[in-house]
């Protein structure tokens, strides 16, 4: 029994032992299993993660978001997602940064459609309907012709032409925004640009033929884009009239510039007060000039009085009278920076000489209207210089004074565009020459044609 019982007890253990020892092996297996199964889980787990990171957590509600257009009191949570240049992004790009929206590739859900409004850098949602709107917004290096869409849509006028800004055959333009003027342009025409005192400014050169503008039943052509958006243009008719063609009907009539001209104060659009002591007095924006007067009349009852005003912008005209030598005052001599100089801006390096109506931050606010003339600068980057030009757009066979004054010497002299189109001129204040007004148009404001003399740009439904 002993040998027996001691058999069974091996039997029983080594059975036992088998059994232990399958149970181990067992158990081995299954934590293998245990462990696959949780290596999997933590896998799906954070997939899906990423996925709904991409996808959804990164929408998030911002209430600095502005929302117009909505037909619902009350749209619920409203979600925005970032892309940057197609890499997901927790922010969206800050105002300055070189960035814009993408609205190609930009959508929202439920019909919904976002714009980016650059002036206040916020995102503006139209045709909210329905909560629990998503936005995904795709930023981009923005281009000057991104910011022109952003700003005004894609068929405004100043952003089409500057889509046609051509950097093959402009002058040159230096660090310190100076546009490196080498000589007159009469057989072809260009766009080009060049800094001025808002941004970046996109001005027509040479021999071009795409523009005109038909505003106020009258022809005008269109000098640049300013930086700040709006279209400056020069009136140029009752009816359009071709480069080269020299005709009196270009102009609005003549005047003297200043019916006196025995003093500094004289050169200024506006001036001061004579036998001051010092160029500040002198140069005071207190007195129209003669010819500021003949163009405030002309614009009351050709542009106000047509009901016309909110077309026009608030924008700088530049009357420089920065000093190449001199002082300024009195009757003492004085060149002014044009006596000698052809460093052509379109940037005005005072205040005081810019003239605006309300501005006050930019210009001086000192205009009853918002008109001038066309700077002496301006005719060189159109395509002027000291040599006769008969084919480029401001020529008009006529003798006109710009806003750019030249010196006093016993005389005042303002500088000239004259007959023969040549920007090198001077003319003395008192005599009469021709008025070609200058205005600024708002961005935006017009809305159709082609730019050419068969087809202006015009104002919507005009």
């Given amino acids: 029994m002993t040998t027996g019982g001691g058999y069974s007890c091996i039997i029983i253990i080594g059975g036992y032992g088998d ?57 619920g949570d409203l979600y925005f997602a970032f892309y940057v240049d197609d890499v997901i992004s927790k922010t969206m790009p800050t105002k300055g940064s070189g960035y814009t929206l993408d609205t190609e590739k930009s959508s929202c859900t439920n019909g919904a459609t976002p714009t980016l409004n650059e002036d206040t850098w916020s995102i503006k949602v139209n045709n909210l309907t329905t909560t629990h709107t998503k936005c995904t917004l795709y930023f981009k290096e923005s281009t000057p012709y991104d910011e022109c869409v952003s700003k005004y849509g894609a068929d405004s006028i100043q952003c089409s032409i500057i889509a ?40 027509y050169r040479g021999n071009v033929t ?23 243009i020069i009136y140029d008719g009752t009816s359009a009239h071709a480069n080269g063609e020299s005709s009196e009907d270009r102009q609005v ?5 200043n019916f006196y001209y025995d003093n500094n104060a004289y050169v200024g659009y506006m001036y001061g007060t004579l036998g001051a002591s010092t160029y500040e007095d002198t140069h005071a924006n207190t007195n129209a000039s003669t010819i500021k007067t003949y163009l405030d009349n002309w614009y009351k009852t050709n542009i106000e009085d047509k009901g016309l005003s909110s077309y026009i912008s608030d924008t700088l005209f530049c009357n420089d ?9 009195g009757t003492d001599t004085t060149y002014y ?25 930019t210009g001086n606010g000192d205009l009853s209207y918002p008109i001038g003339l066309v700077t002496t600068d301006e005719s060189y980057v159109a395509g002027a210089n000291i040599h006769d030009n008969t084919n480029y757009y401001l020529y008009t066979g006529n003798s006109y004074f710009t806003m750019t004054p030249n010196s006093y010497s016993g005389t005042a002299y303002m500088m000239l565009i004259d007959s023969q189109g040549d920007s090198g001129g001077i003319g003395i204040i008192g005599q009469s020459r021709g008025v070609k007004p200058v205005v600024n148009i708002k961005g935006g404001a017009l809305s159709s044609g082609d730019g050419t003399a068969s087809n202006p740009y015009r104002l919507s439904g005009n």
Avoid: H
Avoid at 45 to 50: E, P
Avoid at 167 to 190: I, K, L
Avoid at 253 to 257: P, Q, R
């Fill in 337 to 361: 920076r044009w006596y000698s100089s052809r460093d052509v801006y379109l940037t005005c390096s005072n205040q005081n000489d810019r003239f605006t109506v309300d501005d006050e931050v």
């Fill in 321 to 329: 009278r920065s000093i190449f030598s001199g002082t300024g005052i």
């Fill in 253 to 257: 009539g003549t005047s003297a510039y």
């Fill in 19 to 75: 059994f232990y020892m399958k149970l181990e092996k067992f158990k081995e297996r299954d934590n293998k299993k245990v462990g696959i199964l949780i290596f999997t889980v933590c896998c799906i787990l954070l997939i899906t993660g990423v996925y709904l990171y991409s996808s959804f957590a990164i929408y998030e509600q911002d209430q600095n978001f502005n929302v117009i257009n909505g037909t619902v009191e009350d749209p």
């Fill in 164 to 203: 046609d800004v051509d950097t093959e055959g402009c002058p040159t333009v230096n660090d310190d925004g100076m546009v490196q003027v080498t000589g007159e342009e009469s057989e072809n025409g260009y766009l080009c640009s060049a800094p001025d005192d808002y941004g970046t400014s996109y001005y």
């Fill in 210 to 232: 795409n523009n005109y503008v038909k505003f106020g039943d009258y022809y005008w052509r269109i000098i640049r884009i300013n930086g700040d958006g709006s279209i400056r």
